[in-house]
């Protein structure tokens, strides 16, 4: 297990016992949302919910949804206590985790975002990625999992590089940047002055890989809790 999700699950269990919420048989609903009911119906379908690479898991709270992306997605019924002591070997269990305690953390009040943007969404949330970057002043960008309309928007603007999860990407053209392979990773946060890295990174148990050497801005609802908790930059502007 990865050092973050190691001690996300730790502050997790720190704050459930200072909210006094360990002692309660809390109803946890996760289930696999439709990419209609996740992401609506945008202007493009090359996103990855739409061509059913991934879906998005969904625990409910105290009435309080939270998302997270997963490969590996299914139904769970059962308490609070349960979820946060699964083993964490699978992307099922890790999804239901984040998606459970990014609606937790919405319910206590830490987080004010813990839904996908939807339908035009998207487009508009690539259109502020540019002022998102400029504190970093990049010239080299490392992309770590592919978002079509964020990937538009760098390779106008900066010298980038792509490695993807999915084996059907891997060698095609996006944007004129070359996808490739998950492998390829360290050498191209070796080439990076900067790592955009998609926030499903938590739910892979992969997040680890990309810390240290340069700046890393995680996208998207999934690391919404992690990256509150622990000070992670983070870019999802337009979550819900």
Request: net charge negative.
């Amino acid at each position: 297990m990865s050092d973050i999700l190691d001690h996300f699950i730790a502050e997790m269990k720190v704050l459930i016992s200072r909210h006094s919420l360990e002692h309660e048989m809390v109803s946890v609903i996760a289930r696999p949302l439709t990419p209609q009911e996740a992401i609506g119906r945008p202007t493009h379908d090359d996103y990855p919910l739409l061509k059913g690479k991934e879906r998005m898991m969904e625990a409910s709270f105290q009435n309080t949804r939270g998302q997270a992306y997963s490969d590996h997605t299914g139904n769970f019924s059962g308490s609070l206590s349960v979820v946060l002591n699964l083993s964490m070997d699978s992307n099922f269990h890790r999804a239901l985790l984040i998606a459970t305690a990014n609606a937790v953390l919405r319910n206590i009040g830490m987080i004010e975002k813990s839904c996908h943007c939807k339908d035009h969404d998207p487009q508009r949330c690539a259109l502020l990625l540019k002022d998102a970057l400029k504190p970093y002043s990049p010239q080299r960008v490392g992309m770590i999992g592919d978002q079509p309309r964020l990937l538009e928007e760098l390779s106008r603007r900066y010298e980038v590089r792509l490695c993807d999860m999915d084996p059907e990407n891997i060698g095609t053209v996006k944007s004129g940047i070359i996808v490739e392979d998950a492998a390829a990773y360290k050498e191209i946060t070796e080439w990076a002055d900067l790592i955009l890295a998609t926030g499903t990174t938590l739910v892979n148990d992969t997040i680890d890989r990309f810390m240290g050497r340069v700046p890393v801005l995680f996208y998207g609802i999934t690391i919404s809790g992690a990256a509150t908790l622990f000070g992670l930059n983070h870019f999802c502007p337009l979550g819900r």
